[in-house]
């Protein structure tokens, strides 16, 4: 049975203690894929808020992230989004994929972070530094990334 650890949390996350615990009394790894996602800036924006559906937002993390131990074998994985104020250059999400095999890593990985992006009941407002700001709407790029995986298992 794989290890998965879902949390959605206001607080920085470290990416080497969480990398740790995944690997805790696991010797059939052979490679962990990170993700680590930052708040972008660019065209005035100094933070991003971040809002989620409790509840609703933990069992799409964890429906992603079972999809993905089933479909590349993982050993396990750790998902962890902040929510809250979040200004430019801080990080926003882990996702971190272990399994025999780094190709099996990396692929679970970016399917993880396609489905996150879409299907994961987060909501996005930019603030500007000219106190303008703006929720983030769907894009339809991030949309055919995720169609390229087909449907969600498990």
């Keep these: 049975m794989p290890r998965i ?11 080497a203690h969480e990398t ?3 690997l805790r009394g696991h010797e059939d790894v052979g490679g962990v894929a990170a ?8 065209g005035g924006l100094v933070a991003l808020e971040l809002e989620h559906y409790p ?9 992603i992230a079972e999809s993905a131990c089933a479909r590349f074998g993982l050993v396990g ?11 430019v250059g801080m990080p926003i999400v882990l ?10 890593a990396q692929e679970g990985t970016a399917f993880m972070m396609d489905w996150l992006k879409t299907s994961a009941p987060f909501w996005k407002r ?3 530094e ?10 339809a790029q991030d949309e055919a990334a995720k169609a390229r995986w087909g449907s969600l298992t498990a």
């Design 20 to 22: 740790a615990l995944l």
């Design 126 to 128: 930019e603030e500007f």
């Design 77 to 87: 994985c750790t998902v962890i989004h902040r929510v809250g104020r979040l200004a």
């Design 130 to 139: 000219n106190g303008h700001s703006a929720w983030v709407e769907p894009r």
């Design 55 to 63: 509840g609703m937002t933990e069992s799409m993390m964890r429906r």
């Design 35 to 42: 993700f680590t996602g930052i708040v972008r800036g660019g």
């Design 5 to 15: 650890t879902i949390r959605v949390q206001a607080e920085a996350f470290d990416s």
């Design 95 to 104: 996702v971190l994929c272990a399994s025999a095999h780094r190709g099996a």
